[in-house]
């Protein structure tokens, strides 16, 4: 069974950046790619970005795509999303999933809360 | 981008009896190359992370009751719960996973009724 464990969540300003990790028990060998789901507050899930763990290759929702940057450092076990120009409309907790098996998402992590206001 | 769209929004539904959850794609999500349909079907409970139910439409995950049920094929989909439990309210999403981006349907709330 892979852990998940999100980090980096905080309170940030109209403009600033933010990087989140995700901490997982174990990566290249039990999944297949990892994710960034977001859920504002009191809304729906959204897909955010994804990331096939072996070829590295990267996947963004147009809404992040120029802004947030995903990647994963397999050595550490550990996933990353380097968001910048942050807006008001990224305020929402943060999800890493996993998909052992392929893209869709059997592991979850308990998620990081990101507010951005000023 | 692929639109999921739910139907109903949200749904109360007495302790035993049975509830339908659908789910639309704006195109098809199924891949004839392996005969998959890339839907899944979450369920999220309150303050928690959404959980993995159903995968290619209709194989139910590990240790899921086989209350639930997914099926259907190309752009329609269908979530039943049969038999409904008091543990059961919670938000159902579907996904499509068919092409990048994954995009969730809004959910349909579930209460009992």
């Known amino acids: 069974e892979v852990q998940l464990l999100e980090s980096g969540g905080d309170f940030v300003q109209p403009g600033g950046s933010l990087r989140l990790s995700c901490a997982a028990s174990t990566l290249t060998s039990n999944i297949h790619a990892l994710t960034w789901v977001r859920q504002a507050p009191g809304k729906g899930l959204e897909w955010v970005s994804g990331?096939?763990?072996?070829?590295?290759?990267?996947y963004y929702a147009d809404s992040v795509k120029g802004r947030f940057t995903i990647s994963r450092d397999n050595s550490k076990n550990t996933l990353f999303l380097q968001m910048n120009s942050l807006r008001a409309d990224d305020t929402a907790i943060y999800y890493c999933a996993g998909g052992s098996s392929g893209w869709y998402l059997d592991y979850w992590g308990q998620g990081t809360l990101v507010t951005v206001s000023s | 981008d692929i639109v999921m769209t739910q139907s109903p929004d949200s749904l109360a539904v007495s302790l035993g009896e049975r509830a339908t959850i659908n789910c639309k794609s704006s195109?098809?999500?199924?891949?004839?190359?392996?005969?998959?349909?890339?839907l899944a079907w979450y369920q999220q409970k309150a303050g928690q992370p959404p959980k993995l139910i159903i995968y290619w439409a209709s194989t139910r995950e590990s240790g899921v009751p086989d209350r639930f049920s997914g099926s259907g094929s190309g752009t329609d989909f269908t979530l039943t719960i049969t038999s409904l439990q008091a543990e059961d309210v919670a938000v159902y999403y579907c996904q499509q996973y068919f092409t990048t981006p994954h995009t969730f349907g809004q959910g349909t709330k579930l209460e009992i009724k």
């Open positions: 990331i096939n763990v072996g070829s590295g290759v990267t």
């Open positions: 195109q098809s999500v199924f891949y004839s190359s392996n005969n998959k349909n890339y």
